[in-house]
């Protein structure tokens, strides 16, 4: 492998994809940022749509590569770095997670947040609640000061009830194991692949393995649905847009998400927030991975320590540190650029 020196040269342009964070007449300009500089990007011919993906040229600031190496021999290609938000330690990536999905065992296979979502998910869920002040139903706290409140402020001065949201899934997860191991248990069956072993079965054994169905069925939504609350309200506090499943869509706006466009009339949309066709599939296909970014995208474990038995899942956290330097009027992938 060689290493070369260079100097100070012009640098070739790279694409970038960059999100609309409005419907826009051509010619207009509005800036974007991408590996923490801003450039102006202007609105190709035909104009754009709020939320529409388009592709323009970016060229990096000349920087002075003073004794510089460059390995030659692999292609050199642009990285996303998110911006952050607060100060030190509570710094939270946006634009972007903060490491990939696949990064569970980043801190190992005994850090306390892998072991809650291994073992004990919906606790772990229920931490990850109350850090972004949701309640217990997926609802955000945030102040309506008028009819359409910001959906990025999630202050605390008005709505509480986020401070009961750990105890009050502990009291579900609770009842939840009770009804179906002491109340309706299912009962034993020596060969569940006979057509027949439910006919054997009492009629009061047949009743209590229909109710445990159903409970079953019941609570596994419940903790589906704040899975998918949850993802989306981290996706659009953060900035951070969809990047798979767009087909789904069908033509259709992503911004806009599946059944929600932010408005917060859809009461299927607790949370006020554009639910997309990624935070769905996601939810269900990988819960365990999807909870774990969520772990770790909120809270830096390199500087923090995890703990399992509190209700923000950290030895120590403040109530508006996952808002910290949350500007207003904030949507759904303002400002992000994606590289393709």
């Not at 003073?66 to 998110?82: D, F, K």
């Not at 445990?212 to 659009?236: G, P």
Request: charged content about 15%.
């Amino acid at each position: 492998m060689t290493v070369k020196d260079y100097g100070s040269s012009a640098q070739q342009p790279a694409n970038v994809q960059v999100i609309a964070p409005a419907t826009l007449n051509a010619g207009y300009t509005f800036d974007a940022s991408y590996e923490g500089n801003t450039f102006t990007v202007t609105v190709p011919e035909g104009g754009v749509v709020k939320g529409q993906r388009f592709i323009v040229p970016y060229i990096p600031p000349a920087v002075a590569a003073e004794g510089t190496p460059i390995i030659t021999g692999a292609p050199l290609l642009p990285l996303y770095s998110p911006n952050m938000r607060g100060t030190g330690e509570y710094r939270i990536p946006t634009g972007a997670w903060r490491d990939s999905l696949c990064d569970c065992f980043k801190f190992g296979p005994c850090h306390p947040s892998l072991l809650t979502a291994c073992c004990c998910r919906p606790i772990l869920v229920a931490q990850l609640l109350t850090r972004m002040k949701m309640t217990w139903l997926g609802q955000r706290t945030h102040v309506r000061t008028s009819t359409s409140a910001n959906l990025s402020d999630s202050r605390t001065e008005v709505d509480q009830r986020w401070k009961s949201t750990f105890r009050n899934i502990l009291l579900v997860l609770v009842l939840c194991i009770v009804l179906l191991t002491v109340v309706f248990p299912a009962p034993p069956m020596e060969d569940p692949t006979d057509p027949d072993a439910y006919d054997n079965l009492s009629v009061e054994e047949q009743r209590n393995l229909t109710i445990n169905k159903l409970l079953s069925a019941l609570f596994a939504f419940y903790f589906f649905y704040l899975l998918v609350q949850l993802r989306a309200t981290l996706r659009h506090v953060y900035s951070i847009p969809e990047q798979s499943c767009l087909c789904l869509y069908c033509g259709s706006n992503p911004s806009d998400g599946i059944f929600c466009s932010g408005d917060g009339r859809n009461r299927l949309c607790s949370a006020g927030v554009p639910v997309g066709w990624e935070d769905v599939c996601c939810a269900m296909c990988c819960p365990l991975c999807i909870t774990s970014q969520m772990a770790r995208h909120t809270v830096d474990y390199d500087y923090r320590r995890a703990t399992c038995c509190n209700s923000v899942g950290v030895s120590t956290y403040m109530d508006d540190e996952a808002y910290e330097g949350i500007e207003n009027g904030g949507v759904v992938g303002d400002g992000s650029v994606l590289v393709v």
